[in-house]
């Protein structure tokens, strides 16, 4: 009698915080364990983060140093990069209890969305911030550059550190916008006629935000950045275009069949 009042296997109010306190301990604890991981590792990543300014001090005899201000700011930075990268490493895991708590009440086709865009966004992400760590000598060096002749450029190393992750997480996440138009598409809130009608203004955001994220004196490190997020953009009108002809293909098709009644 139970199973049948509860075939929707719908939780009372306790059950979904105790399985959210389930789901927020686990993560927590993964996210700990990479904290930890992340504090041995500060070192080497940190070396490093420091290659660029060593480089151009030795190559072009500019003093470009990293400084630590007070005595506990090298903590400081150390205890933030490290819980930078456990949450960085961890993220499939917490992303994974997020989903596994928000999955089950969810329709099959939300479900089937959300893992897509899952799926396509974090090799995109990861594409964006391996393109930006291997740019960001590049941009070191290149404003650094910048410093006169016979003055220092004494770089506050938090600053540093902040400028490395932001240049990171706004490549990744310009690279994971695309697919987010395309699930915007796939759920009906846009068209894909309406997204290409926009297409001047995605052209000129995705020039503003690569000028952002790139601030350097030369064009082809904008355009580094201009020309795959233009090809991903374009990508997902496809996408969104072939889809929205999909579903139209198919309502025609439901029209055709009803009965008609005189």
Request: with cysteine; proline share 4%; charged share 15%.
């Amino acid at each position: 009698m139970l199973r049948r009042k509860n075939k929707e296997r719908r939780m009372t109010l306790g059950s979904h915080l105790r399985e959210l306190r389930k789901r927020l301990s686990w993560s927590a604890g993964f996210i700990l364990v990479g904290t930890v991981a992340g504090w041995f590792f500060f070192d080497p990543v940190f070396k490093i983060l420091q290659q660029p300014l060593i480089e151009i001090t030795q190559e072009r005899g500019i003093d470009a140093v990293i400084n630590f201000g007070t005595v506990v700011s090298a903590f400081d930075l150390r205890l933030q990069l490290s819980i930078f990268l456990g949450i960085l490493v961890t993220a499939p895991i917490w992303l994974y209890n997020i989903w596994a708590f928000i999955a089950p009440g969810l329709k099959a086709k939300e479900r089937k969305y959300s893992l897509a865009f899952i799926f396509a966004s974090t090799p995109l992400f990861l594409v964006g911030t391996t393109l930006a760590w291997t740019s960001l000598p590049g941009f070191v060096i290149a404003l650094v550059s910048f410093t006169p002749e016979g003055s220092s450029n004494v770089i506050s190393a938090a600053e540093y550190v902040l400028f490395s992750i932001r240049i990171l997480l706004i490549f990744g996440l310009a690279f994971v916008m695309p697919v987010a138009l395309v699930l915007l598409n796939m759920v009906g809130v846009v068209t894909g006629r309406g997204i290409l009608k926009a297409w001047r203004v995605a052209i000129l955001v995705i020039c503003v935000v690569s000028a952002l994220a790139t601030p350097v004196a030369d064009l082809f490190s904008m355009f580094l950045l201009v020309i795959p997020l233009t090809a991903l953009y374009f990508s997902a009108v496809g996408i969104a275009l072939l889809n929205d002809k999909r579903k139209n293909l198919k309502l025609s098709k439901l029209m055709d069949e009803e009965p008609a009644f005189d």
